[in-house]
């Protein structure tokens, strides 16, 4: 990664169930970022068209029209509305790491996802990646990543990875991201909550109670230091009187966004309960003293007794069959019959196997 690189988090409300204006309201933030001579923004979790904080506190019928209005608003990769983000990262010279609902790009689908879209500074999209495992009540909105999920993308500015949310308590997934080897890891949240006792106690964050009682803040803090990894952690905000009625059962976008250095200390932030975009220079040398220390990938990994096995296909609804290659005896037959050169065959055969 180069040595030093200013990078922010946008920590901005989207404009809620409204995917134009959400588009809008990140372009106009991307070209300020770019403005401030940042050369990489991250978002938060499905910032656009914001997070579903209705899910699991309605009936299965509003639910339902909710859902309707959720794909309307979803983002297709690519289509017009990644070109018009594109273009803010060409102007701004930025790389713009966007949380997104995606709707699926098989034809006639209607599933969604929660997706993590990165885009270029040269307004070109570098790849999406879509989340794991949707969490609890999550799982009646999106559908699950695979294993073309598992990856990184080569910027100039080094090689940028992102998890959204729960996917920060996944071990192996963890581990598989510093395999690909990370450098600057973008860590996506709906917002930030205080849980007293266990998760099922969360409530959105209030000023005055104490931060660390949010899984977030140690989450990154020892992703950074696992990973040797600088963090962006960009946390939903959106006030309460713009937060719909129907989502109150379950409204914790207080924000929290804040970048942490590869030790895991905070260089910025956290941030709460309103807009602003945080900005952090990121020293590379952070990196090296770290690795110094705990190489993840190196000295303090034990390859011998421990691996990583990443497993399974991408999803897709229809996978033509391969039939198996003749057999040389076979081949044999079939070239004399015709006049061909058995060797010449075979290479052919080769060929059009590495074709597909």
Same mark, same amino acid.
């Given at each position: 990664?180069?040595?030093?690189?200013?990078?922010?988090?946008?920590?901005?409300?989207?404009?809620?169930?409204?995917?134009?204006?959400?588009?809008?309201?990140?372009?106009?933030?991307?070209?300020?970022?770019?403005? /401030?001579?940042?050369?990489?923004?991250?978002?938060?979790?499905?910032?656009?068209?914001?997070?579903?904080?209705?899910?699991?506190?309605?009936?299965? *019928?509003?639910? *339902?029209?909710?859902?309707?209005?959720?794909?309307?608003?979803?983002?297709?990769?690519?289509?017009?509305?990644?070109?018009?983000?594109?273009?803010?990262?060409?102007?701004?010279?930025?790389?713009?790491?966007?949380?997104?609902?995606?709707?699926? +790009?098989? %034809?006639?689908?209607?599933?969604?996802?929660?997706?993590?879209?990165?885009?270029?500074?040269?307004?070109?999209?570098?790849?999406?990646?879509?989340?794991?495992?949707?969490?609890?009540?999550?799982?009646?909105?999106? +559908?699950?990543?695979?294993?073309?999920?598992? %990856?990184?993308?080569?910027?100039? &500015?080094?090689?940028?990875?992102?998890?959204?949310?729960?996917?920060?308590?996944?071990? &192996?997934?963890?581990?598989?991201?510093?395999?690909?080897?990370?450098?600057?890891?973008? /860590?996506?949240?709906?917002?930030?909550?205080?849980?007293?006792?266990?998760?099922?106690?969360?409530? %959105?964050?209030?000023?005055?109670?104490?931060?660390?009682?949010?899984?977030?803040?140690?989450?990154?803090?020892?992703?950074?230091?696992?990973?040797?990894?600088? @963090?962006?952690?960009?946390?939903? =905000?959106?006030?309460?009187?713009?937060?719909?009625?129907?989502?109150?059962?379950?409204?914790?976008?207080?924000?929290?966004?804040?970048?942490?250095?590869?030790?895991? @200390?905070?260089?910025?932030?956290?941030?709460?309960?309103?807009?602003?975009? &945080?900005?952090?220079?990121?020293?590379?040398?952070?990196?090296?003293?770290?690795?110094? =220390?705990?190489?993840?990938?190196?000295? =303090?990994?034990?390859?011998?007794?421990?691996?990583?096995?990443?497993?399974?296909?991408?999803?897709?609804?229809?996978? /033509?069959?391969?039939?198996?290659?003749?057999?040389?005896?076979?081949?044999?037959?079939?070239?004399?019959?015709?006049?061909?050169?058995?060797?010449?065959?075979?290479?052919?055969?080769?060929?059009?196997?590495? *074709?597909?």
């Amino acid at each position: 990664m180069l040595d030093r690189v200013k990078v922010a988090a946008a920590q901005v409300s989207p404009v809620f169930m409204d995917k134009e204006a959400s588009i809008d309201k990140a372009c106009r933030t991307i070209e300020e970022v770019g403005r /401030a001579g940042a050369k990489l923004v991250v978002f938060s979790e499905t910032f656009i068209p914001g997070y579903p904080f209705w899910r699991g506190v309605q009936p299965v *019928s509003r639910w *339902s029209e909710l859902m309707v209005e959720y794909q309307k608003n979803a983002v297709v990769i690519p289509s017009g509305d990644t070109e018009v983000l594109g273009d803010a990262a060409r102007r701004a010279d930025a790389v713009a790491v966007v949380g997104c609902t995606e709707l699926g +790009g098989y %034809r006639g689908s209607g599933t969604l996802y929660n997706t993590v879209l990165f885009i270029g500074n040269d307004g070109k999209v570098l790849g999406r990646r879509r989340k794991m495992m949707p969490t609890h009540a999550e799982r009646t909105v999106w +559908g699950m990543g695979d294993v073309s999920d598992v %990856r990184t993308f080569e910027t100039p &500015l080094g090689t940028l990875g992102g998890l959204v949310c729960y996917e920060h308590h996944m071990s &192996l997934l963890k581990a598989a991201m510093a395999v690909l080897g990370e450098e600057i890891h973008c /860590a996506l949240w709906d917002g930030w909550w205080v849980m007293p006792r266990h998760p099922g106690a969360k409530r %959105r964050y209030r000023e005055g109670e104490d931060p660390r009682l949010c899984d977030i803040d140690y989450a990154v803090k020892e992703y950074a230091f696992e990973t040797q990894t600088f @963090v962006v952690s960009s946390g939903q =905000y959106i006030p309460d009187d713009a937060m719909p009625e129907e989502c109150q059962g379950f409204n914790i976008a207080a924000g929290g966004s804040f970048i942490v250095n590869p030790a895991g @200390v905070s260089l910025v932030g956290p941030v709460f309960d309103r807009e602003e975009i &945080l900005y952090a220079e990121l020293d590379a040398d952070d990196r090296r003293h770290t690795k110094a =220390y705990v190489d993840a990938l190196g000295h =303090y990994a034990r390859w011998d007794v421990l691996g990583l096995d990443l497993k399974g296909e991408p999803q897709v609804p229809l996978r /033509a069959t391969r039939r198996p290659r003749p057999t040389r005896e076979r081949l044999k037959v079939v070239a004399e019959k015709h006049g061909v050169d058995l060797d010449r065959l075979e290479a052919i055969l080769g060929e059009l196997d590495e *074709s597909g």
